[in-house]
């Protein structure tokens, strides 16, 4: 994290079997968005998804990042929340993400 805000990179981040594994490294908010929502175009049958932050209201990264979800699923709404302490403590307090649910059926099938 302290290397990180040294390089000035952002680390993209995922949860694969209950263990934070980093999945890139971006030099911009810019690109971490686009990494983010090239991830969710990655889910066959997407069900639900979140936008988390770390302060109320929407910063101008959740803004961004939800206006990328808005063009690329005009279907679904992308709603907000806020992440506590304790995730804070694994990615910091500055961090933006997403949170998918994917489908049963599309768990079930293997993908």
């Known amino acids: 994290s302290i290397l990180s805000m040294m390089l000035n990179l952002k680390p993209v981040l995922t949860v694969e079997e209950g263990r934070l594994v980093a ?18 175009i990655e889910f066959t049958d997407l069900d639900d998804a979140i936008i988390v932050q770390h302060r109320p209201g929407s910063s101008d990264q959740t803004r961004m990042l939800h206006d990328r979800l808005a ?31 994917e489908s049963e059926e599309a768990e079930n099938n293997g993908f």
């Open 71 to 101: 063009a690329e699923f005009p279907d679904k709404r992308f709603a907000s929340t806020l992440y506590g302490p304790s995730l804070a403590a694994l990615i910091g307090t500055e961090a933006t993400g997403l949170v998918i649910l």
């Open 23 to 40: 999945m890139e490294k971006v030099k911009s908010r810019i690109q971490a968005t686009e990494r983010l929502v090239e991830f969710a």
